[in-house]
């Protein structure tokens, strides 16, 4: 695993070096659980599919605009930038939730949600060439 830190006003960032395969549905899925687990991370009108956007491009290239482009109030926001053999997961993390629900706890959890949803199995998807 590999962090970068990513400047969001009022959060904290991971960045989370992943394989390809990861799948949206069993990452959607994997932060689902996260919200049912963690109540901290429960917003009103926030659910774990708004949470999780898929950047398609190659993993050097990632643009923190995407990253930036935080709503307010929303709790967490996972940003999977898609480089076809490899890429990055970006999380982050609202402050004040940080401060309940610390990385060393969020993080083992995603990875074990993700593990469970493997039914879900990423339906093959054309990565452009850039």
Do not use: K, N
């Amino acid at each position: 695993m590999s962090t970068r830190p990513v400047a969001i006003a009022g959060y904290e960032s991971m960045t989370i070096q992943v394989r390809a395969g990861l799948g949206e549905r069993r990452l959607v899925a994997a932060v689902r659980s996260l919200f049912v687990r963690h109540e901290v991370l429960r917003a009103e009108g926030v659910t774990a599919d708004s949470c999780v956007h898929r950047v398609v491009l190659p993993p050097s290239l990632v643009p923190l605009a995407a990253v930036e482009d935080v709503p307010g109030g929303v709790p967490l926001r996972v940003v999977w930038f898609d480089g076809g053999a490899s890429g990055r997961i970006v999380l982050a993390l609202r402050r004040d939730v940080l401060a309940r629900l610390p990385w060393r706890v969020l993080l083992p959890g995603l990875v074990s949600a993700w593990s469970a949803s493997a039914h879900l199995r990423a339906r093959p998807t054309p990565v452009p060439v850039v």
